[in-house]
């Protein structure tokens, strides 16, 4: 099982930090289809994974003077904290009035719906009006969205991120999917300290969240070196193949769920 979870990790992880999916948004469901841990622990792996790819990721864009916006992204990354902290604590609201069989069946219906709308606009984005915002305010507020969001689903954003920089930020896919595990160190790094903070970590199972770790180490560093030599159209296609895939297995989940 443990090389299981490891080989999860680094897959996720190699295709997250290539093409902006990130890594949660795949561990996810497919710990979800597992059935091997409950919310709150798929929540945790996922964090710390994805936290580390994002770390490994952003190191090795920096070294290779990939073109960020380091005053645009650290504004959205700033907001981004804010929101990884209150999406964990309307998680904690959530399951403290509902059980955990729901919480994880209407993450996963919230995650079909969002992934259906993302692949429609990504695939059709010339049809619709993209911005470039640079106020202060507005690039907070976007990144308290995408951090409140990534925090409740705990998927670390991946496709949202993408899709929401390319609406309001006018970038191409291979830009979107740099900024967006950029934007995911800020939203898991909050995330992580707040599951150090509750002691929710004591619960998981400790070789298995060092196994991901490590997984997503390496995923975050083959993953870049990816997204540095593939083309922006190339990313889009790896982009939609793995999102549809994502549809289906969430909503596999869905219905594998309410048949028993």
Do not use: W
Request: glycine share 10%.
């Amino acid at each position: 099982m443990s090389l299981m979870y490891f080989s999860i990790a680094i897959g996720a992880t190699i295709i997250g930090s290539a093409s902006g999916l990130g890594g949660g948004i795949i561990i996810k469901p497919i710990l979800d289809f597992l059935g091997h841990y409950n919310v709150v622990t798929i929540s945790v792996l996922s964090c710390f994974t994805v936290f580390f790819m994002a770390v490994v990721s952003v190191i090795h864009q920096i070294r290779n003077k990939t073109k960020i916006n380091f005053r645009r992204t650290g504004l959205i990354g700033i907001g981004a904290i804010i929101g990884g902290i209150l999406g964990d604590q309307i998680m904690t609201l959530v399951l403290s009035i509902f059980n955990e069989l729901i919480v994880s069946i209407t993450q996963s219906i919230i995650l079909a719906i969002l992934f259906i709308l993302i692949y429609i606009y990504m695939n059709n984005k010339e049809k619709y009006k993209s911005y470039n915002v640079e106020n202060c305010l507005a690039c907070i507020s976007i990144g308290i969205l995408l951090g409140t969001i990534a925090s409740f689903l705990s998927i670390g954003g991946g496709p949202i991120n993408v899709c929401i920089l390319t609406i309001f930020f006018s970038m191409n896919p291979k830009e979107a999917a740099v900024d967006a595990v950029a934007i995911m160190l800020f939203s898991q790094g909050s995330k992580l300290a707040s599951i150090v903070q509750a002691g929710s970590i004591h619960n998981v199972d400790i070789g298995i969240l060092l196994l991901m770790i490590a997984g997503g180490i390496l995923g975050g560093l083959i993953g870049s070196k990816l997204n540095k030599k593939m083309k922006s159209e190339e990313i889009l296609k790896m982009f939609n193949v793995f999102l549809v895939i994502l549809i289906v297995l969430n909503i596999y989940n869905v219905f594998n769920v309410l048949a028993f």
